[in-house]
């Protein structure tokens, strides 16, 4: 009713309808943005995690190998399984964290990052052994390459004082 006023009211009515249009139209796009987004990170994700079971559950070794290679081939992808197991660390999924880490583990054993992971996850389960081998596993991993991270160091103590190490000797 006030937009047919030939006054400041009508003019100020009109210009506050199409703002309000604009808004909506503005707020329609950012959620179609959204869920395009996260439909574009799903489909990876996605991807990544099914790579990841077909290699460590088919027993056909020609797929297996074929995918190792493709896997090897672009290590952009092998990485991708990696940050995916972060996620999963960091959302608190640590069944789907460490499934992710073995399947990245099965393609690449010689990652300390990888091992790493591993102890912390098999600490934070209470299964201490492999803890202890995943943890010794990084050491020798950074040894070789002239490293000696601190949060290795922070580790093996955390370990140490939670459950001493079965190799240890008195």
Known sequence: RDRNRN????????SLD?????????IKISENF?????HEIRNPLASLKSASEIISDTTDKD????????????????????QLAI??????????AFET?????????????????????????????QAWQHLEAAEVLTTERNHSPQCL????????????????TL
């Open 34 to 38: 959204s869920t395009d987004l996260v």
């Open 7 to 14: 006054d400041e009211l009508g003019v100020l009515s009109k």
């Open 63 to 82: 797929k297996q190998e074929k995918l190792l290679k493709v896997l090897k081939k672009f290590p952009n992808f092998r990485d991708g399984i990696l």
């Open 87 to 96: 996620t999963y660390l960091q959302l608190g999924r640590g069944e789907e």
């Open 101 to 129: 880490l073995s399947r990245y583990h099965a393609l690449d054993p010689n990652s300390p990052v990888v091992e790493y992971y591993l102890s912390i996850v098999a600490l934070n389960r209470f299964h201490y052994s």
């Open 18 to 26: 199409e703002m309000t249009k604009e808004l909506n139209n503005r």
């Open 153 to 168: 160091k922070e580790l093996r103590h955390a370990l140490r004082c939670l459950h001493p190490n079965p190799q240890d």
